[in-house]
């Protein structure tokens, strides 16, 4: 839709011409040819003034060009209403006996009408077909070219057949009619040529959008369409009639228009009803799966920021350098990294045990000496930071007892990796002292830390990578490029993917993630107009998404982590200040949207902390730290539930021990597994929800619902027993006490009585 828009100066009087505003400008013709200008002759454009008087065509009309062909199958039926319709010259002849015929057809079919508001009103276009060669002509979708007498008679009985409906129902559409004529003169002031004065064009122009509002504004009135055949000796015409239809009539014209085998076989008015519903205009309805689709446990998780108490406050000098491969800020559940802006390569370290404001001055950090590429705490050392720098080394930091006091330049150890910058740094999830290390020259490789020796070189990268995920069971790894593959390895056996397939088509980044105990596979990204999707695989075939979700176009990449106890996802963005949640499930629609979280302030980074260190007791299901510009601030996930008081056990099945090392570097690279140990995280003292349920009794409600659905009793009586036992499953759930106040109290002695 275009909508005109017209800027305004405001003067005293629009009657005359205001020279000031409308000097004269360049006109559309000029009298210099190619030829002349080939052969070096130049002319200026003459000048036109812009006063309606003064120009050359003055106030004669403009002639429109030719548009599509209109819908209307008589080629001098076009109107302004139709779509798709070439309007006709204003002022001319056939413009106004169109605009005098139409007029009270407008009338009849204006939904303001009292009659129009009932809710059995239906509209019956009657279309009388001439002959076979129209007919012909109108499945092929084509207009019968009409003569001019024939096209002038066809305007005539247009007319007549308006002025007899108008006729027909003038007692009910008296006061429609005064306004549609109204409507009519105001149309033909609209195209006469005496309107020079653009006040009033500017007040007509805003009533006709005004009233094009308000009828755009209006409910439809539905529309019945009945062809009806007659001989082709008849001339064609187009009956509009309105008529009150009450539903007894019409399922009896719906009897009489059915076919007499239909009729006998259902002869019940249910069967009337039912074709006749049929042939209605049907309402979109709900689909079946989302009214009785599988409902998630924590589809109205909660976040919610900690305490400020419990805030580090007073955040200076952020680096805002990171690359996109790197997550840019990381937490374990003693202390926090971030990175700081300026020469250097400086990280400073946080004791989440101190917060508060922190002191002007001299942040104490890490200086790694050259710009950071990707940093990570060992995920089985609370004290140990890899930090990987643009020179392809990197440097292990051990993180003294009570944090950082002065900067420090000393690491533990260095690694002299890659001879190129490094992309990401990667330990592994299972096993010990593994450090994965991903580089600009297109390869992989795994480390063992204590000996400083390189164990396994994956290649198979045409373009820049850009991330690499473990899978739970730590034998594979999964990586995701610039070259819009998805590729998996089997770092022990092979050094080139065992598998691979297509990802995402973008080039601004991408993240993997593996889901559902390894079986899936959630790599987020961008389309090709950069709009952030985040899409599921089968890790055993890579050959096409299984389902793709779209978010938003923004440059920020989204970074995932995946809960496998909830199987939820969390994904967001630098810069963005929502968490988006998704469960992720082995059955359509593989990603399913739970309630987001919007956060008061943008954020830098979010990291999350192991399971052990959710409070379970208050149904905490996730918990992690958000870095904004100037705070850190801890972020609970949780779940409202009524009885918080008992150990949620649907919620927390047996979690992985992924805080502990299940083997060691020699054992994993001599293919030694060992699959992790799996903790309860039931606090002591606390009974489980399952345990005190009570068990709701099936029997009454079998009973109950073989009954006949047919039976209009039967179907309330089985409504009262749902909800006895709904209520008897409050009651159960509730403390019952039947002891009354007074019982506590003392009464007065008998001889107080006796008078």
């Known amino acids: 839709m275009v909508i005109p828009i017209m800027y305004q100066v405001p003067r005293k009087t629009y009657r005359d011409f205001h020279s000031d505003l409308y000097p004269d400008t360049a006109s559309c013709r000029t009298e210099l040819t190619a030829a002349e200008w080939m052969n070096g002759c130049n002319m200026a454009v003459p000048k036109m003034s812009l006063d309606p008087a003064k120009r050359d065509l003055g106030d004669a009309p403009v002639v429109p060009r030719l548009g599509p062909k209109p819908f209307s199958s008589n080629a001098a039926d076009v109107t302004f209403d139709k779509v798709f319709a070439v309007p006709v010259a204003p002022g001319s002849q056939e413009n106004l006996s169109n605009t005098k015929s139409e007029t009270p057809v407008t009338h009849e079919t204006d939904s303001t009408s009292p009659s129009a508001t009932k809710p059995d009103r239906i509209v019956e276009i009657e279309i009388k077909k001439t002959t076979t060669e129209t007919d012909n002509n109108e499945n092929n979708g084509l207009q019968k070219s009409l003569s001019t007498s024939e096209r002038r008679k066809s305007s005539l009985d247009d007319e007549d057949s308006s002025e007899k409906i108008f006729e027909q129902n003038h007692s009910e559409s008296s006061e429609n009619s005064t306004e549609g004529d109204d409507k009519a003169e105001s149309e033909l002031r609209r195209f006469s040529p005496a309107r020079n004065s653009i006040a009033e064009r500017r007040r007509l122009y805003e009533l006709h959008s005004k009233s094009t509002t308000e009828e755009r504004a209006q409910s439809p009135v539905p529309l019945r369409r009945e062809l009806s055949k007659v001989d082709s000796t008849k001339s064609g015409s187009i009956d509009i009639k309105r008529t009150s239809v009450p539903e007894g009539k019409l399922l009896e014209e719906k009897r009489r228009n059915l076919p007499a085998k239909e009729v006998c076989d259902n002869g019940s008015a249910a069967a009337i009803k039912k074709s006749a519903t049929e042939t209605a205009i049907t309402t979109s309805t709900k689909r079946t799966s989302t009214v009785f689709g599988k409902v998630s446990k924590f589809r109205h998780l909660k976040g919610t920021p900690g305490h400020k108490s419990t805030h580090i406050e007073n955040l200076r000098n952020l680096s805002r350098q990171i690359p996109g491969e790197c997550n840019g800020f990381t937490a374990n559940h003693e202390r926090v990294a971030v990175p700081l802006s300026g020469p250097g390569g400086k990280i400073a370290i946080f004791e989440l045990s101190k917060p508060g404001r922190l002191p002007d001055g001299v942040i104490p950090s890490l200086v790694n000496g050259n710009n950071i590429m990707d940093f990570q705490w060992d995920p089985f050392d609370a004290k140990r930071l890899a930090v990987a720098c643009d020179d392809g080394m990197v440097k292990f930091w051990r993180i003294p007892e009570g944090g950082l006091s002065e900067p420090t330049n000393t690491p533990e150890q260095e690694l002299n990796s890659h001879l190129d910058k490094i992309y990401f740094i990667r330990f592994h999830p299972l096993a010990q002292d593994i450090l994965l290390t991903a580089s600009y020259d297109m390869t992989i490789k795994l480390w063992h830390i204590p000996t400083m020796e390189e164990k396994c070189v994956l290649t198979g990268h045409t373009d820049q990578i850009f991330d690499f995920s473990w899978s739970p069971c730590g034998k594979y790894g999964a990586t995701v490029s610039k070259d819009g593959k998805i590729r998996i390895y089997n770092p022990r056996k092979s050094e080139t993917p065992i598998r691979e397939g297509n990802g995402p088509v973008g080039t601004r980044g991408a993240r993997i993630v593996w889901a559902l105990d390894g079986q899936y596979i959630v790599c987020t990204g961008f389309d090709k107009v950069s709009e952030r999707q985040i899409s599921v695989y089968k890790a055993d075939s890579l050959n096409a998404p299984l389902n793709t979700a779209s978010l938003d176009v923004s440059p920020s990449i989204l970074i995932p982590f995946y809960d496998e106890d909830s199987s939820t996802l969390f994904v967001t963005g630098k810069g963005d200040s929502t968490i988006y949640c998704y469960e992720i499930t082995d059955e359509e629609p593989y990603i399913c949207p739970l309630s987001h979280h919007r956060c008061t302030s943008l954020h830098q980074g979010l990291s999350f902390l192991t399971k052990n260190h959710c409070d379970v007791a208050s149904v905490e299901f996730c918990k992690a730290y958000r870095l904004t510009n100037t705070t850190i601030e801890p972020l609970s996930f949780t779940v409202p539930r009524i009885k918080s008081e008992l150990f949620q056990d649907d919620l927390f099945p047996p979690t992985r021990v992924t805080w502990l090392p299940t083997m060691t570097a020699e054992e ?40 006949s659905n047919d039976n209009f009793t039967n179907k309330f009586e089985s409504d009262r027993i749902k909800q006895k036992e709904i209520q008897k499953s409050v009651s159960a759930r509730m403390e019952y006490n039947t002891k009354l106040e007074q019982d506590d109290m003392e009464g007065v002695d008998e001889t107080e009585w006796q008078d």
């Not at 029997?699 to 619902?705: D, L, P, Q």
Request: proline share 8%; hydrophobic share 30%; no cysteine.
């Open 668 to 707: 994993w690279f001599l293919s030694n597994d060992k699959k992790p140990k799996k903790i309860s995280l039931q606090p002591e003292g606390m009974d489980t929800l399952s345990s005190i349920q009570p068990v709701v009794s099936q029997t009454k409600r079998t009973e109950n619902v073989t009954t």
